[in-house]
């Protein structure tokens, strides 16, 4: 497939079984963008990105990532990215810095090309005089920073983030997105983004794919997207697209905030009266 884009896939195809995770999905999308694609649990997302990584095979269907193909050139493909999980591994009993070390061997870095990465992503992070601490004493947001580092040690070309900020608090959320925003503008980095949080592919993305049962609905910048419908917002043109069966899943990132914004005052209030005593 063409060099010309940093991921294309054409009719890409999944089953698990009985079931059609991902139905014909047809993406461009060149160098240098950063893409969202949007949809529900179980839309087909995780599915996508893990085809592309080359982590799990396709049923049918073809995909290149940076020009090469993700069957026939996998391990050429997994040399070239990086990638966030939904859920990634962190071992607890390792520092941050024995941890990135351990990445950087499985990409076969050089020691002396390592130590200088991991110096620039500790700084990159604002994780300087934590470095040697055990992972076990991060909180979730420092643990997602370290992820995201891992993603980056080999200095990739094309970067997946699975829900990069999924089950983050607001604070955690913001400087995860800001990062990511960082990335893009400063590196340069094509950066593929599944999630089903709107406000984040809204914020982070030039274009959007939306996937609602492993079908790609519509495709385009936010603000085309909303014209194309006649809508004034995003969330008003994933509605009037799909209507409203999705949209809880899509806007839980309200509840959460909500719960979070309270826990929070509440822990203040305890403060407050305990210094009161």
Sequence with gaps: MSKAYAIRTQNLSKNFGTVLAVDKLTLNIPYGKTYGLLGPNGAGKTTTVRMLNAIISKTSGNASVGGYDIVSESKKVKM?????????????????KEFLEFIGE?????????????????????????????????SRGMKQKVCLCAALIQDPE??????????????????????????????????????HLLDTAEELCDVIGLIIDGQLKIEGSPKEIIDSV????????????TGASHIDDLLGWREENSINHESNNSKKKKKKSKKSR
């Design 80 to 96: 070239i990215c990086g990638f966030l999980p939904e859920s990634p591994g962190l071992y607890s009993k390792l520092t941050a």
């Design 106 to 138: 499985l990409y076969f870095l050089q020691k002396d090309v390592i130590s200088v990465r991991i110096n620039e992503l500790i700084e990159l992070f604002n994780l300087v005089g934590r470095e040697n601490d055990l992972l076990e004493s991060y």
């Design 158 to 195: 094309i970067l997946f983030l699975d829900e990069p900020t999924s089950n983050l608090d607001p604070a955690a959320a913001r400087m995860v997105k800001d990062l990511i925003s960082q990335l893009a503008k400063k590196a340069d980095k094509t950066i593929f983004i599944c999630t």
């Design 230 to 241: 006649g809508a004034e917002i995003l969330e008003e043109a994933y509605l009037k697209i």
